[in-house]
């Protein structure tokens, strides 16, 4: 696990920045040898409050859940496993954005920000894929997911896979998914078909992030307008051996 951590930061740390058009996502990754949730716009590792974790999931090769435990760290959240998982999921409830008369965006609803012109409740999703050999577990069920169809793990750069996109378990068509979240976050998938799939090429040899953002609108609200969803997805294709 920990190199497929490692190298999730690692890649964090070196990629060119984001597009601000782009929203925030969350994923999984180490940060100084602890596994941790890591909230962020791109590359970015940006501070958070470790309230906003809502839920981690574990799962190991067999599909059984392992146990997670979330610990509070200041400005983040540590997790400790009791286990090997070969996926984690996780929900990060990123709270009410609202843009005020200034063009300035604050973590308030819109009822608390005078002259707002819009806001958003923000709720990011992810899956990390971990240690997965052959077949995949079946994936936890999130409001807005990214599911690869074959393992990722092992290809090599330009090879392809298909992905389905899901919302609320259904396919979501006309959605472009962007295949290098941290390096290059311009970089995006033909738009899903019908049935949800679109083809992906691979990245890189190590870390992948693959992102895709939807929102809903939202009537009657006093504090929003829509509900902002992100789902990222993680994995490493081909983890590093320390020599």
Do not use: C
Request: hydrophobic content about 40%.
């Amino acid at each position: 696990m920990k190199t497929f951590i490692s190298t999730l930061l690692a890649a964090g740390l070196l990629a060119t920045a984001a597009t601000p058009a782009f929203a925030h996502g969350a994923w999984i990754g180490e940060r100084w040898g602890d596994l941790a949730v890591i909230y962020g716009h791109g590359p970015a590792d940006e501070a958070y409050d470790p309230a906003k974790v809502k839920s981690v999931s574990a799962l190991g090769e067999d599909g059984k859940a392992l146990p997670v435990t979330i610990e509070p760290a200041g400005t983040h959240a540590l997790l400790k496993l009791d286990g090997e998982p070969a996926l984690l999921a996780l929900e990060f409830d990123n709270g009410y954005w609202s843009e005020g008369a200034d063009g300035k965006w604050v973590n308030k609803p819109k009822s608390e920000v005078p002259g707002a012109k819009q806001a958003s409740h923000s709720v990011k999703y992810s899956i990390a894929l971990v240690h997965v050999h052959g077949d995949m577990p079946a994936f936890p069920a999130q409001p807005l997911q990214i599911v690869p169809l074959d393992n990722p793990i092992g290809l090599k750069p330009g090879e392809k896979f298909r992905v389905r996109l899901l919302l609320d378990g259904k396919p979501l068509e006309g959605k472009e998914i962007t295949i290098d979240y941290a390096g290059l976050p311009e970089l995006v998938s033909e738009k899903t078909d019908a049935k949800g799939e679109a083809e992906v090429t691979l990245r890189n040899a190590g870390v992948n992030i693959l992102a895709v953002s939807h929102a809903i609108p939202v009537d009657g609200d006093p504090a929003a307008d829509k509900k902002g969803l992100t789902a990222t997805l993680t994995f490493v294709a081909e983890p590093h051996v320390h020599e």
